[in-house]
């Protein structure tokens, strides 16, 4: 992101017509309905100074990957219905994305009014970032507005493509509050600064690992992930998930990161079963034991949640992304859950990120107590990698 990359509350926007590009990518049940609104909810205080400012707007987003063959699931039309009741006045929704009636329902909108186009990756155009398609959105458009930090490490064509038609362009309340965040955990962090890495496979983290090594005071790790780091250490992790291939990456990593400032802790103790199945026979394998060889670690222990959150106390910035195990089943989730309550009790400014992080936030109940939850899986794991977003270069 330059210096001049505008907000939105830095552009006139008065009885112009607004396209703002939004993440209503919300999960969904087999009948369609939503399960989780909260991308629906992170768009509202832009669509509400839009409306207050008296834009016309224009609403666009994904949903799922129809691969340009649509489904009635894949309809943003519950969307526009779940966000008319968060806002509180008429959502309209054209059933088109290009063509006349979507050019029709465009022009018709008034000040204050908010129109939401179909899903965009119902036309196949919309992934290949066709700069045809982007030119059919354009049309009848004054301004773009990126407000889907979630869909913006793709170069789609409402992304990316658009963003280079329209010369009057900025980034949303929600972009914003993302990347001013996110760039605490990048650019210049405090001397205490925390990343808790968690998940299944060491190689989705490789990235973001060397960006943070050097920057970041500590790295803790658990999930199956840090199985691959025991085995470098000739640990016998059972049947626990190990990634061969990654293993020198470990062995190197874990004597390079001491020498450039960042310590990293492991698991020193763990909840091991024989399969991941509810109210299975669990045992606590102790810091003097090895993990049986029928058995696999899936969550971290008692004595672990203790050392992870001695760190995280003392910290003054904390990164999360990824869960300490298998927290989706109660039996697995003790570790994860014990990490999340010290996150929150800590006063450090906190971050989670990445979709499963943030259902385990959710899930225990704290939510209110993060600083900032994102809502960018992938997106927010190539920011931190250092990466730069087609969907950010493309404001400018």
Avoid at 58 to 63: E, F, G, Q, R, T
Avoid at 141 to 151: K, L, T
Avoid at 223 to 229: E, S
Avoid at 264 to 274: M, N, R, S, V, Y
Wanted: hydrophobic content about 40%; some cysteine.
């Amino acid at each position: 992101m330059s210096a001049q990359t505008k907000t939105v509350n830095q552009i006139e926007v008065k009885g112009r017509t607004v396209f703002v590009r939004n993440d209503f990518n919300v999960p969904l049940t087999d009948q369609g309905a939503i399960t989780d609104d909260t991308r629906i909810r992170a768009s509202l205080p832009t669509l509400r100074h839009l409306s207050e400012n008296g834009a016309k707007i224009v609403c666009a987003s994904h949903l799922g990957r129809p691969k340009g063959i649509p489904t009635p699931k894949d309809s943003l039309r519950t969307v526009a219905k779940r966000l008319a009741e968060l806002l509180g006045k008429p959502v309209q929704f054209c059933p088109e994305i290009i063509g006349p009636e979507a050019e029709k329902m465009k022009k018709a909108i008034k000040a204050g009014e908010i129109l939401l186009l179909e899903n965009l990756r119902i036309d196949s155009r919309e992934t290949k970032n066709d700069p045809e398609f982007a030119r059919e959105l354009a049309k009848g458009i004054d301004v773009y507005i990126n407000d889907a930090f979630g869909a913006c490490h793709r170069a789609h064509a409402s992304i990316d493509a658009l963003a280079e038609i329209i010369s009057l362009k900025g980034m949303g309340l929600l972009l914003e509050k993302e990347i001013r965040y996110l760039s605490m955990a990048t650019q210049n962090p405090p001397k205490k600064y925390v990343v808790i890495l968690g998940g299944v496979k060491v190689s989705d983290k490789i990235p973001v690992i060397e960006n943070l090594v050097g920057k970041a005071s500590c790295l803790l790790i658990g999930g199956a992930m840090a199985y691959t780091f025991l085995a470098s250490q000739g640990k016998f992790v059972g049947r626990s998930k190990v990634e061969p291939d990654f293993i020198e990456f470990c062995k190197k990593l874990l004597t390079t990161a001491p020498a450039k400032g960042t310590r990293i802790l492991l698991p020193i103790d763990h909840i091991a079963a024989a399969k991941i199945e509810p109210d299975i026979t669990v045992r606590l394998v102790g810091q003097d034991e090895t993990i049986p060889d029928t058995m696999m670690g899936l969550d971290i222990g008692f004595d672990t949640v203790k050392l992870f959150a001695m760190e995280i106390e003392s910290a003054e910035l904390i990164v999360w992304n990824g869960p300490m195990g298998v927290f989706e089943i109660d039996t697995f989730a003790g570790g994860t859950m014990g990490v999340a309550q010290a996150v929150a009790d800590s006063k450090a400014t906190s971050i989670v990120g990445g979709g499963d992080s943030v259902s385990a936030i959710h899930k225990s109940g704290l939510a209110d107590k993060i600083t900032h939850i994102s809502t960018g899986g992938g997106a927010s794991l190539e920011y931190l990698s250092g990466l730069i977003l087609p969907g950010i270069a493309a404001l400018g």
